[in-house]
């Protein structure tokens, strides 16, 4: 069975049928016809070269030759569009919350849900969120905040704001321009975007989009194929990528329940398989499971002083959780680490990046005599961040910068680059006024006596709610029953 991709590639699928992780129904529709459609917003870009053997490759093909598929524009997405019609203009877009209420309206549901879901009862997923209410200031007065500065440097390379854009996958999801749109922002903003493993765009097209001296980092998933990494980091490093960010919290997917019920719901068992009896599909993971399973769960700290040897950039372990992981990075000689669950996608009752980067900091000044923000290792956080304010309290706490995720995926999602260009100076003007009412004008002054951290670790605390970000949760469904069709 043949299935053709963009340029007039055409693939030999027949043994992947039972093998692949979105189930054969979607490959049986494309038999013979061009796949481009529903295959790039979903797949890494060299998914086919990575997974499939040479033998397969069969060649080119005149695309005019090629079977298009007719996709019909249902009721439902016709009145999704006249929503994306009404989107306010982006002046009533005030903070990035409200890119959060409209990408979840203007999104088609199936993106909504990889982008938004998370593991389990999705408690890690608010929790990291609300870490942040149970910090509070002790502002300094009476100082000239005439001029403030909140740029600083990450890893020895300027930033105009302490964050970076942190990888997240699947950008074609939400934008036909995926993931560029964050490259021209961090470009245009002078922040530092970091290329993900699982970008919807190529990592080449994401650096040559890049500007003259724009400054990029990679994340990394560790292949099971060494070889497919190495190669993979070392260009990346011919290719200017400043440093190399390890993912080390993703050995095996999390339970994400709203992705799962989008692949139960889109195929009946009994189509795929022809059996009303037996169901072999593996649709349980949803879009996440289809473009990861070439990560490896065998990685380990013995595998460290290898990436060292295959590379000069530095390294940073993405996806630390507790000091004594931490401790053991830096004794190894990494340049650092982000203290992080995986934006609350891995394992529920993790505890929060801000939670963590409060212990990490007292254990190794106890144990190695370091104090934070520290050059030589330096400690990111992310997951959770809505606004300057959180991102200061990272800061105050000991972090260098904060990643910061899905507020972007949400932004480009609801309104293209202009929409990731208006949250990067909407936080642009919260770092200016917080600057000020916190009586800081560096970010060196902003110090870990200006906040009351002591309510932090208690996780059940009276707070006042968080009334736009509750508004923006969707809550979690139960099972429900299949819609019974009328006999005729």
């Not at 053709?4 to 979607?26: A, C, E, N, Q, W």
């Not at 949803?286 to 380990?300: E, H, M, N, T």
Request: hydrophobic share 40%.
């Amino acid at each position: 069975m043949s299935l053709t991709r963009p340029s007039g590639k055409v693939y030999d699928v027949t043994d992947f049928l039972d093998d692949h992780p979105g189930g054969s129904k979607i490959i049986l529709k494309y038999a013979g016809k061009d796949a481009t459609a529903e295959y790039e917003p979903i797949h890494p870009p060299d998914a086919i070269k990575t997974h499939l053997p040479p033998e397969k490759h069969l060649g080119s093909v005149d695309p005019e030759t090629v079977q298009k598929v007719k996709i019909e524009v249902t009721d439902a997405e016709k009145e999704r569009l006249e929503r994306v019609a009404n989107r306010p203009p982006l002046s009533e877009v005030l903070n990035l919350h409200d890119f959060e209420a409209i990408a979840r309206v203007v999104m088609p549901e199936k993106a909504w849900a990889y982008y938004s879901s998370a593991a389990d009862d999705e408690i890690t997923n608010r929790e990291n969120h609300a870490a942040y209410h149970r910090i509070w200031w002790r502002p300094r007065i009476l100082r000239d905040v005439t001029h403030v500065d909140w740029s600083t440097k990450i890893l020895g390379h300027p930033s105009k704001l302490p964050l970076y854009i942190t990888a997240t996958a699947l950008g074609k999801l939400g934008h036909p321009d995926g993931e560029l749109n964050l490259t021209r922002a961090a470009a245009k903003h002078g922040v530092i975007q970091m290329i993900p493993t699982l970008s919807s765009c190529s990592f080449d097209e994401l650096v040559d989009a890049a500007e003259p001296g724009q400054v990029q980092f990679l994340q990394l998933y560790v292949n099971k194929d060494r070889e497919i990494s190495k190669k993979f980091v070392q260009h990346a490093e011919k290719r200017g990528i400043k440093a190399l960010f390890i993912t080390v919290d993703a050995p095996q997917l999390g339970r994400r329940e709203k992705d799962m019920r989008q692949k139960f719901e889109a195929e009946d068992p009994a189509e795929v398989t022809g059996n009303k009896q037996q169901d072999k599909v593996d649709r349980s993971q949803g879009a996440a499971r289809a473009i990861s399973s070439f990560i490896d769960p065998g990685l380990d700290w013995k595998d460290i002083p290898w990436f060292q040897s295959i590379t000069k950039m530095p390294l940073i372990l993405k996806g630390v959780q507790c000091w004594e992981d931490a401790l053991q990075a830096y004794d190894l000689g990494l340049a650092g680490v982000v203290l992080s669950n995986h934006g609350g996608r891995q394992l529920d009752f993790s505890r929060s990046g801000i939670e963590i980067l409060v212990e990490v900091t007292r254990e190794l000044k106890a144990r190695r005599g370091l104090t934070f923000p520290n050059e030589k290792f330096q400690l990111f956080v992310d997951g959770g961040v809505r606004r300057a304010n959180d991102v200061l309290k990272a800061v105050a706490l000991g972090a260098t910068a904060v990643g910061v995720g899905r507020p972007f995926l949400y932004a480009f999602s609801s309104y293209g680059f202009e929409g990731v260009d208006h949250a990067l100076q909407i936080l642009h003007d919260e770092f200016e006024m917080n600057m000020r009412l916190l009586g800081a004008r560096t970010l060196e002054e902003v110090k870990p006596e200006m906040v009351d951290a002591s309510s932090l670790q208690s996780h059940i605390v009276a707070v006042p709610g968080d009334r736009l970000y509750d508004s923006n949760y969707e809550s979690m469904q139960h099972a429900r029953l299949r819609e019974v069709k009328a006999k005729i």
